[in-house]
């Protein structure tokens, strides 16, 4: 018997343009909104707190500054009620990438999957890879836009404190990602992890606790190993007896000026006595490394989503 | 042209197999009912063709050749899930604005008219809805992209009675306004055994009979004779399915047709698709004859299959 192999009919459908992926913009908005007028109804309503605090704790430090006699009461103001609220704030705004990643990227794919509406979602026109770059990409985005501006603020807000008496600089780690483009960086990767555990585990729920623990197993590599070795650094030398400077932790600079130096590293070597550090100019290249990097690993998980979305089929 | 073409494909879960070995090809424009107890395999062979499921071994092709779930092929099936899975905090005016924007071609106003013809409202939240309403959306939903094929996983079961029949009018309808090829699965076969026109039997992830209605009919009967000479008889022909009582013995027999002789003293009655399903569902030899005509032919393993079939009786 001759089995007859018919050439593959070219189909309608190849010789026609796909679905145009601005489509998608619309099902994206429309299936996200809620959650993305959440994020911005928070950070709206953060940063109306933020600004006018700022504004207040500005007018507290001019006062302490301008402070001639009995001094006592505008140094507190300053110094003790209004750090405490900056601090307390500042811890959160380490927590907040991580908790907008968990409540934001998991829900991506988990949720249809839970739900079952993958088969549909998967099943149209438009393919399920193309459906699941658009809404990275465009998720992705917002995300880094509304954290971005939202930390700009808080940068604001923080500034009085930096290079006083709290000993903190642009440099100090807890400081370093709240502001510039890093805190925007750190929320992208997040939401990158949260995605792809999504898509991994395929419950929301272990997802979001998945989400977590990635996120802070990243966080203290940059931390403690990473930000270490970043081509930024200067080491310097001199006499042990000189008098040089003598720092005991990585992350706490000796001299509390605002230029002071994020000092990585000292040790000694027989009679010389080394420094690694990082200048304060060199901020901004410190910044860009750090999102770069963070980044570079989001696009890297999103893709591998995408090749789970591709093959992990139910 | 096939719209859905399966050479050995399998697919296994773990350790087990959900689907194995099934080749078999639904020809165009026919309405191909998948049927078969649960945990057969068909939504593993349904998802395998809309490309939601990467088959194990072999391969599976649809309309024609075209690769499953390439954007090609996506554009021109319209799959419904089981359980019609809508976005729940989504009105169905939403669901249609979803779909239009999901796909190249969407007919908006057929949508919208069967919808509100059926007196399903388009603001109501799709999870408000019934599960029958649910069902109907989804239909719609898949018959507005205007399908080459479509692919409907247990889609009666959520429907009573008069919205089964007013659910399979609109398949047939389309079916007969488009050209479209449909792919239907049920655990039931009595709804189906008017409409079908072409039928795939599936048990415990194996295949068990395939091919046009009208064919498997036609080759297939019910001899009715003594018990006694039932044993001589059944090594003479391909029996699917012996029933015995004390006098009379029921052979269900394959033949190469209706003018096929029937030995003296017994005597022939036509098969209905209901019952062959049936005997084909209970032969759980490995060896099931295949439709004639869709499989290269295997006569050893015919022979092999009554012998089973008998022994097991």
């Known amino acids: ?314 | 042209m096939n719209v859905i073409e399966t050479a050995g494909v399998g697919k296994r879960y773990g350790k087990s197999w959900a689907l194995r070995d099934c080749t078999l090809a639904v020809p165009e424009g026919s309405l191909a009912a998948l049927v078969g107890p649960n945990g057969a395999g068909k939504t593993t062979l349904m998802n395998m063709a809309v490309g939601l499921t990467i088959p194990t071994e072999g391969t599976v092709t649809v309309l024609g050749g075209q690769a499953t779930g390439s954007p090609a092929a996506l554009d021109d099936i319209a799959f419904m899930a089981q359980d019609a899975p809508l976005y729940k905090n989504l009105s169905v005016a939403d669901m249609l604005h979803l779909a239009r924007n999901l796909n190249r071609r969407f007919d908006g106003p057929f949508a919208q008219a069967r919808l509100t013809d059926l007196g399903i409202p388009l603001k109501k939240k799709s999870g408000k809805l019934s599960g029958g309403q649910q069902a109907q959306v989804a239909l719609t939903l898949a018959v507005a992209r205007r399908p080459r094929l479509l692919i409907l996983d247990e889609p009666l079961s959520s429907l009573d009675p008069l919205a089964r029949q007013d659910f399979m009018a609109t398949v047939m309808t389309t079916m007969a306004d488009e050209g479209m090829s449909v792919l239907l699965s049920s655990h039931a076969l009595a709804e189906l055994e008017r409409v079908a026109d072409y039928l795939i039997v599936l048990g415990t992830g194996q295949l068990r009979l395939t091919g046009e209605v009208e064919d498997l009919l036609a080759t297939h009967r019910v001899l009715t004779g003594p018990a006694a000479e039932a044993d001589r008889y059944a090594g003479q022909v391909a029996v699917v399915q012996a029933k015995r009582g004390d006098a009379q013995a029921h052979l269900l027999v394959r033949s190469s047709g209706s003018d096929d002789p029937v030995p003296p003293g017994w005597e022939a009655h036509p098969v209905s698709l209901e019952e062959l399903t049936l005997a084909y569902l209970r032969a759980t030899s490995q060896a099931v004859p295949r439709q004639p005509g869709t499989a290269e032919p295997q006569p050893g393993n015919n022979k092999k299959h009554y012998q089973a079939t008998e022994a097991a009786r």
Request: glycine letters at 8%.
């Open chain 1, 1 to 314: 018997m001759t089995v007859l192999t018919l050439p593959v009919e070219p189909g309608r459908a190849t010789a026609q343009p796909a679905v145009p992926w601005r489509r998608m913009a619309w099902v994206t908005w429309r299936q996200h909104r809620a959650m993305l007028t959440g994020v911005t109804a928070l950070l709206a309503a953060v940063s109306v707190f933020l600004l006018i605090e700022g504004l207040k704790i500005r007018s507290d430090y001019t006062a302490m500054i301008n402070c001639r006699t009995a001094c006592q009461p505008a140094d507190n103001e300053f110094g003790s009620t209004d750090w405490t609220l900056a601090n307390t704030l500042g811890i959160f705004m380490l927590l907040a990438p991580a908790l907008l990643g968990a409540f934001t990227g998991p829900a991506l794919l988990g949720r249809e999957i839970e739900a079952g509406t993958f088969r549909y979602a998967w099943t149209q026109g438009i393919g399920r890879v193309r459906w699941t770059v658009a809404k990275l990409i465009l998720l992705g985005v917002a995300l880094a836009i509304l954290t971005g501006a939202f930390s700009q603020l808080f940068a604001w807000f923080f500034d009085p404190f930096l290079g006083n008496s709290v000993g903190f600089t642009d440099l100090t780690a807890t400081v370093f990602t709240t502001r510039g483009i890093a805190f925007a960086a750190w929320t992208v990767l997040s939401f990158a992890i949260g995605a792809f555990f999504g898509m991994l585990i395929r419950r929301l729920i272990p997802a979001m606790v998945a989400t977590l623990i990635a996120y802070l197993g990243v966080y203290l590599l940059a931390w403690l190993v990473l930000r270490e070795d970043y081509p930024v650094a200067i080491t310097t030398s001199g006499p042990v007896a000189s008098g040089a400077v003598v720092a005991t932790s990585v992350n706490s600079p000796t001299a509390l000026t605002p230029n002071a130096p994020w000092i990585l590293k000292t040790w000694v070597t027989g009679s010389t006595h080394w420094t690694r550090y990082i200048p304060v100019s060199r901020f901004w290249p410190m910044q860009f490394i750090e999102a770069g990097w963070l980044l570079v690993l989001a696009v890297a998980l999103g893709a591998a989503t995408v090749w789970l979305v591709r093959r992990r089929a139910a």
